[in-house]
């Protein structure tokens, strides 16, 4: 099969997926899509749960391995779509629907760059295809749960809108609760310890705090105090403030630190919901990082999250697509960007397989 017959397969594959909701954790028909595509092409798969991978077929246990990732879920459609987000619709050389960007198009380009390599023999490196769940909940049965069944994995490129330019680094995740406490009251009595009136040193001291440590790739750590709850009722002084924190974690600080540092200094308490999510990185003068800078593709750091962050391999966030689209209203993905993503994508592993 030619890369453009695979091409053009790769988008039907990618319009029948955005026809068929696939929210986190509910997956399980376009799990089926893919089982589709490795049985129409013969090639020998595993579905675990809704997660569908695949090893290519001289795989080799004494060779480092090459993982090629991106998810088939989505988020929810918000509330300024124009256009029908469960319907594949090609207008001015742009596929619109839910998912066709983020990661849809990287998803079908990966398996298309796969089943190109599938068959082919004395490759440096082994190569393992996994088309997962849950990325967008960053969820239990997702890539984070696949790792234990997969073979190690040395190395991945991990299928998120980029324009095909190499992000050679991830900003982590932390989500913290944080509680500002007060003395409940009437409204109508003095009250020198009113919750909300507390929040106001507390909001700025979260506005203020800066981390020392910045990142040649990744900058500066970015905290974001992005939700805030308090109070039932007019005349009731509540007893306490809630606030949600957005932390983004370069890769000079592990989440463990940020988490410490954030207990010890806050003006409040704080919890972290997970320390899981990481910063990821991969160094640039990595054989893939550097057959992309050969093909005149850019580095950079990502400022948001992929499964790269459940990796503990170096890895590499490439794909086609446009990263300021993901979760917009009416999505898109241009189509000559999948026709060039194959291309690339191809060309970047002929050079290090």
Request: charged share 20%.
């Amino acid at each position: 099969m030619t890369i453009q017959e695979l091409t053009i397969k790769a988008i039907n594959l990618l319009k029948n997926l955005i026809e068929i909701p696939s929210f986190s954790s509910e997956e399980e028909q376009t799990a089926q899509l893919l089982e589709n595509w490795f049985q129409e092409y013969n090639i020998p798969y595993t579905r675990t749960q809704n997660n569908v991978w695949s090893k290519n077929k001289h795989f080799d246990d004494n060779k480092p391995t090459l993982l090629l990732n991106s998810h088939h879920d989505t988020v929810k459609p918000n509330n300024g779509y124009t256009k029908d987000p469960f319907k594949a619709i090609v207008e001015d050389g742009k596929l619109y629907g839910l998912g066709s960007n983020d990661a849809g198009g990287c998803l079908v380009s990966l398996l298309a760059t796969y089943t190109h390599f599938y068959q082919k023999e004395n490759l440096t490196y082994n190569l393992v295809f996994a088309g997962t769940a849950e990325e967008e909940s960053s969820g239990s049965n997702g890539l984070n749960g696949l790792l234990k069944t997969l073979p190690n994995i040395d190395v991945a490129i991990v299928g998120e809108p980029t324009l095909m330019n190499l992000a050679i680094a991830e900003k982590g995740l932390v989500v913290f609760d944080a509680e500002v406490a007060g003395t409940p009251s009437h409204a109508a009595h003095p009250n020198h310890d009113n919750a909300i009136y507390n929040t106001i040193e507390v909001l700025q001291w979260f506005k203020d705090v800066e981390f020392e440590k910045t990142s040649e790739t990744l900058g500066d750590v970015k905290l974001t105090v992005t939700q805030i709850n308090a109070g039932k009722q007019h005349n009731a002084v509540p007893s306490e403030v809630k606030l949600v924190v957005d932390v983004r974690v370069n890769d000079q600080y592990t989440n463990q630190e940020i988490s410490a540092f954030l207990q010890e200094h806050a003006p409040c308490k704080i919890q972290p919901r997970s320390l899981n999510l990481n910063s990821s990185s991969i160094l640039k003068e990595h054989p893939l990082v550097q057959a992309g800078i050969t093909l005149g593709r850019k580095t950079y750091g990502s400022p948001t999250l992929s499964d790269q962050a459940v990796l503990s391999c170096p890895s590499l966030k490439l794909g086609p697509g446009d990263s300021t689209r993901s979760h917009t209203a009416d999505e898109f993905i241009y189509l000559q960007e999948i026709e060039e993503g194959i291309k690339l994508y191809i060309k970047l592993l002929n050079k290090v397989l």
